[in-house]
């Protein structure tokens, strides 16, 4: 049986070149997450066709995610091999452009002393390293080292309770949003997200740059504290969530990140959008060729939580064993899908309650589904709209999500449990049962005298929102 929940792999200095690429395809990767806060344009320009052509190759969609740093604190540049800082020592944060000596670290926040009180904790490099601020200046911060360690150029500052109020979109997003617009990114991530505010800015500057690309899917990065307090509008307006764990554990006490993670995958589900859990899964293996028992653990029990999908991070970007990190990745969640039933915490379907034609059908085909010959469930669509939808009913049967549009084929590998197939345009019931019998049954393995849910707009070549479900039985028509 097909794998249910789909792997999304960072590309990086250790993937980046055509033969890893197409290993990593081959063990499983469905998504590639380009982090925009490294490389350049031109870079990204030539792995994303790199990308294109190795999905090609292997006759599988690959959605394309680009990743948006966002207004993430930083330090700057140091010394190739990094600062160590010894507790107990002073240090001064200088926003001004400050020669990483004599105690400075530079920082590229110029606002930083403002949101930050005397006695305040500052974590370095997620939370690795610990200061406590004892004076604030204008253009700096003075600190002593509470949990010392090597510090390295651009590791990230946090600033655990702090409200920052600062735009969820650099001037360096937007130039970066505009050239993956350009490229043809299938999804974008907005970094640091607060509020539904920064999900409406992000759609703006799409319908800004691109109009034609304003239907591009944005997912919203959980790592603030504020942006679990407003799980609820954001999910209203975006089209799925990460839980980032990485910040997310930095800006919340870790015993909170478990909790905080199932309930927002519980939410997204509840509310029919998509959501990835991130960071750290498989982190071991950015040096050893097998993970530890606790993060195959962590990779099962999102799965059991009804995550859409897992994510690689450094494992694939820098790590030594990238696609070993990929094929375990398969393996573990294989596996827990094997026994999703008896220890999966979804309860049955997920579907909005609302009053929709579209969650009306879907909810339909999935009861219809439940029949024992039923093999698949075959949807026809245009924006891959119904095959999310439907994906979130967490049908027993395969998905077959049917489009003509190149963008739906690629975002859909990013749904749970939906197989993303190319077909031609039907114009009538006839011309889609025909799509049925060819290519479907082909690539999804059905044989003649089995069933397929079949669910559709009616009339078929208008690609409407969903009207129809049938029953078909395979090999009627030859």
């Known amino acids: 049986m097909e794998r249910r929940a789909k792997i999304v792999a960072t590309l990086g200095p250790a993937s980046q070149d055509a033969g890893t690429i197409d290993r990593l395809i081959a063990a499983g990767m469905n998504v590639t997450r380009f982090n925009f806060s490294h490389g350049t344009h031109a870079e990204y320009a030539e792995l994303i066709q790199r990308v294109r052509a190795a999905a090609e190759r292997a006759g599988q969609p690959i959605c394309v995610l680009q990743d948006l740093q966002g207004p993430k604190i930083r330090v700057g540049e140091l010394p190739a091999e990094g600062v160590a800082l010894k507790a107990g020592e002073k240090i001064i944060l200088a926003t001004h452009r400050a020669a990483p000596n004599n105690g400075h670290i530079p920082v590229d926040f110029p606002e930083l002393p403002r949101f930050i009180s005397q006695g305040g904790t500052i974590l370095l490099d997620d939370g690795n390293l610990e200061l406590e601020a004892t004076q604030i200046e204008a253009h700096t911060v003075q600190a002593r080292v509470v949990v010392g360690g090597l510090l390295k150029s651009h590791k990230g500052i946090n600033l655990p309770g702090a409200s920052i109020d600062i735009p969820g979109m650099t001037a360096k997003d937007e130039q970066d949003l505009a050239k993956g617009l350009e490229l043809g990114v299938d999804m974008v991530a907005i970094s640091f997200v607060r509020n539904a505010a920064d999900i409406a800015r992000a759609r703006q ?29 954001i999910l209203e307006v975006a089209d799925g969530v990460m839980v980032a764990r990485g910040d997310l554990g930095v800006e919340l006490p870790p015993e909170y990140v478990p909790i905080a993670q199932k309930q927002i995958i519980d939410a997204a589900n509840q509310a029919g959008k998509l959501v990835i859990t991130a960071t750290q899964m498989l982190e071991s293996m950015i040096s050893n060729p097998r993970p530890t028992r606790a993060e195959a653990t962590d990779v099962a029990n999102a799965i059991f939580d ?83 939808l439907m994906s979130k009913a967490f049908p027993r049967v395969p998905i077959l999500g049917l489009t003509p549009e190149a963008r739906s084929y690629n975002r859909m590998a990013l749904y749970w449990g939906v197989m993303p197939i190319m077909v031609d345009l039907s114009n009538t019931v006839d011309e889609m049962l025909d799509s049925i019998e060819g290519t479907v049954m082909k690539a999804a393995s059905l044989k003649p005298g089995q069933q397929v849910v079949v669910t559709s707009g009616y009339p078929i070549g208008a690609m409407r929102p969903p009207n129809l479900v049938m029953i078909y039985t395979l090999g009627q028509r030859r």
Do not use: C, Y
Request: a negative charge; hydrophobic letters at 45%.
């Open 306 to 388: 009804g995550t859409d999908a897992v994510m690689l991070s450094g494992e694939t970007a820098v790590g030594k064993h990238p696609v070993e990190a990929v094929m375990m990745m398969d393996a573990i969640v294989r596996e827990a899908e094997n026994h999703i039933r008896q220890w999966g915490h979804w309860k049955g379907s997920n579907l909005p309650a609302m009053r929709d034609d579209a969650v009306s059908i879907t909810r339909a085909a999935n009861e219809l589904s439940q029949d024992v010959n039923v093999a698949a469930i075959t949807v026809f669509t245009s924006s891959g709209r119904t095959a999310r």
């Open 205 to 233: 500057a799409i319908s800004d740059m691109a109009p034609d690309k304003l239907d591009t899917p944005i997912i919203a990065k959980l790592e603030r504290a504020e942006a679990l307090e407003n799980l609820q509008e």
